[in-house]
DNA sequence: CTCGGAATGTAGCCTAGGCTACATTCTGTC
DNA sequence: GACAGAATGTAGCCTAGGCTACATTCCGAG
């Protein structure tokens, strides 16, 4: 997945304005997000619960179980995740350590926009969809605001 | 997904725990982003060089032409944008607001980011993801922190 | 005024992410 | 220990957003 649109560069849009690019990063960024939260979902159930179950999974996330199952199966496709069937679902390494660069992340973007003053229910749900879109740089920035405010 | 406008209820999602809601919000808010992407580069266009062809539209976006003329039909038919064959592409009346919302959302998205210490290159960057996951709530409270600072 | 190249449009294919409907497996209760 | 109901899994369909390949239309040189 990661392929095409990551070498569409700026090689073959020439002397345009500073734009394509941008989009285009937006557009790649958007790709994974899915997958992210699914993980950061699972993590929270098994060491919550203990379980992660397809059906609270989909519950959680409010779709349809066979959309959930559907997805584990990229998780698994993706190395994120292992499952047999009618057992429950668990993460493997790369997907524990995806997981916790999430569940960071997210609670940096939260953080940030409580202290430039969202209220919470807003920075709640805004980061959500936020968090999928802040790179390195941008996340380090917060970090450092936040540090140092 | 005709409600570009802000207005993706939370009415649709009943009483889950907290947490699909969130998640949902997100997905929702997701659709609708490249239209307004598309939207906005199209009044760019047609404010600037005064004209905006599928051509330009794909090289600026860095997809397929196909890809863009597709996606102008979907324009038309939820009344964004109007195109007669082998002529330009314009906006309409909802076309040129929403342009125009879209436009003045990404500037306080930027600004915040410079504001709370974003390079330049990551904030625009990011931005262009970011913006469209931005309630009106959050957007406010970004205009006010901005103001008061 | 014609003709070739660029722009535009069309067709068909692919994946991701949704859904419903149906089939299968598990499991708690009697 | 059987069986109903819940959980799980499978199949097939849909839309959005991408692509390539091919067809059509436009337009500027000559």
């Known amino acids: 997945m990661s392929d095409l ?3 569409t560069p700026i090689h073959l849009l020439p002397e345009e304005p500073t734009q394509a690019s941008r989009f285009g990063k ?3 960024a958007q790709s ?5 939260d699914y993980v950061e979902l699972i993590s929270d159930l098994l060491t919550s619960g203990g379980e992660a179950r397809p059906t609270d999974i989909a519950r959680r996330l409010g779709v ?3 959309t959930a199952i559907k997805t584990i199966g990229r998780l698994k496709r993706e190395g994120l995740a292992v499952a047999k069937p009618y057992r429950g679902v668990f993460l493997t390494e790369a997907g524990e350590s995806l997981a916790a660069r999430v569940r960071a992340r997210h609670r940096v ?3 940030l926009l409580l202290a430039v003053g969202v209220p919470f229910e807003a920075a709640e749900s805004d980061a959500e969809g936020i968090e999928h879109h802040v ?3 941008t996340l380090a920035a917060f970090a450092r605001y936040l540090a140092e405010r």
């Open 109 to 111: 973007v939260v953080d």
């Open 26 to 28: 937006a557009r790649t």
């Open 32 to 36: 994974g997000a899915l997958l992210e």
């Open 5 to 7: 649109t990551a070498e």
């Open 64 to 66: 349809a179980h066979a």
């Open 135 to 137: 790179s390195d740089t």
